[in-house]
T-cell receptor, first 114, second 112 residues
Framework: EAGVVQSPRYKIIEKKQPVAFWCNPISGHNTLYWYRQNLGQGPELLIRYENEEAVDDSQLPKDRFSAERLKGVDSTLKIQPAELGDSAVYLC????????????FGPGTRLTVT | AQSVTQLGSHVSVSEGALVLLRCNYSSSVPPYLFWYVQYPNQGLQLLLKYTTGATLVKGINGFEAEFKKSETSFHLTKPSAHMSDAAEYFCAVSDPDEKLTFGTGTRLTIIP
């Protein structure tokens, strides 16, 4: 069984530029999560999807961050414009049923904003 | 609100020695507790979880953890450390809305 796939793995951009991250969850997993992990910290939830619906986006900075999950499968997280403080690892995870009881994480995208 | 405290951001043990990583949690309801491991440049992998039932939970790679409600703890142990155990370990708690809150992590170093 293939795991959670994320791309790109690394991205370096200048501040004020846009950037997008892509996630393909494990087949059949209805719940998808985007996390941000700052250096030396644990992951923090940005948004959670149940199928196509964003059921928890309370921690998503909506002035510059957006996300979508078309057809309830793949998801894209976008930042526009990026700021220096956005440098972090962006992790995608999925789970096979509603609930955070067992989440499967992708390898993450390491974003560096210069 | 849920919170997790991991005591010791860095822990070093000799190969073959006992591994003990500490985790204390705060929760207003019976918690679901997790330990994840993260190897360099990789995502998080579930080591073990406590939901209900037996308070001593066994996970992968020889790790286990014990839920102690009276101490609000969920410490991770392994009897004998191996070089391949070197990684970052995260304790996490799930709230009733099924949101995971992670601790700040403990970096485990194994001394040959």
């Amino acid at each position: 069984e293939a795991g959670v796939v994320q791309s790109p793995r690394y991205k370096i951009i200048e501040k004020k530029q846009p950037v997008a991250f892509w996630c393909n969850p494990i087949s059949g997993h209805n719940t998808l999560y985007w996390y941000r992990q700052n250096l030396g910290q644990g992951p923090e939830l940005l948004i959670r999807y149940e199928n196509e619906e964003a059921v928890d986006d309370s921690q998503l900075p909506k002035d510059r961050f957006s996300a979508e999950r078309l057809k309830g499968v793949d998801s894209t997280l976008k930042i526009q414009p990026a700021e220096l403080g956005d440098s972090a690892v962006y992790l995608c995870a999925s789970s096979p049923w509603q609930g955070g009881y067992e989440q499967y994480f992708g390898p993450g995208t390491r974003l560096t904003v210069t | 609100a849920q919170s997790v405290t991991q005591l010791g951001s860095h822990v070093s043990v000799s190969e073959g020695a006992l591994v003990l990583l500490r985790c204390n949690y705060s929760s207003s309801v019976p918690p679901y507790l997790f330990w994840y491991v993260q190897y360099p440049n990789q995502g998080l992998q579930l080591l073990l979880k406590y939901t209900t039932g037996a308070t001593l939970v066994k996970g992968i790679n020889g790790f286990e953890a014990e839920f102690k409600k009276s101490e609000t703890s969920f410490h991770l142990t392994k009897p004998s450390a191996h070089m391949s155990d070197a990684a970052e370990y995260f304790c996490a708690v799930s709230d009733p809305d099924e949101k995971l809150t992670f601790g700040t992590g403990t970096r485990l170093t194994i001394i040959p």
